[in-house]
């Protein structure tokens, strides 16, 4: 019973070393950044802490817009296929159903 709980020990040390240092490889430049001293405007800081990047320097990539939900899916059920099938988001949300960033017209889901 002794060796049982001994190697149960070793293998959770083993785990947990493993996930410590998983996350420590990370640079910036995977994340499709760029380190420096000041994001620039057109640019956000992304979190973390990155061995390419020197003590005071952010990872700094590039700010994207958030999309706007166009077509809200009320169901992926093949028998339920057609326009009742789809309608306008309120508001840029989807009170039922699944948001597309795609418009009603150019999907399957609502022909």
Request: charged content about 20%; proline content about 3%.
């Amino acid at each position: 019973m002794t060796n049982l709980y001994g190697a149960m020990g070793a293998g959770l040390l083993i785990l947990v070393l493993t996930a410590s240092f998983a996350h420590a490889g990370e640079t910036c430049g995977m994340m499709g950044g760029t380190c420096r001293d000041v994001c620039g405007a057109k640019e956000q800081a992304e979190t973390g802490d990155f061995m390419d990047c020197k003590e005071k320097q952010e990872c700094c990539v590039a700010r994207s817009e958030p999309q706007a939900v166009q077509c809200c899916i009320y169901s992926f059920d093949a028998k339920n296929y057609g326009p009742g099938n789809c309608g306008a988001p309120l508001r840029g949300v989807c009170g039922k159903g699944s948001g597309s960033l795609v418009a009603c017209e150019k999907l399957n889901f609502c022909k």
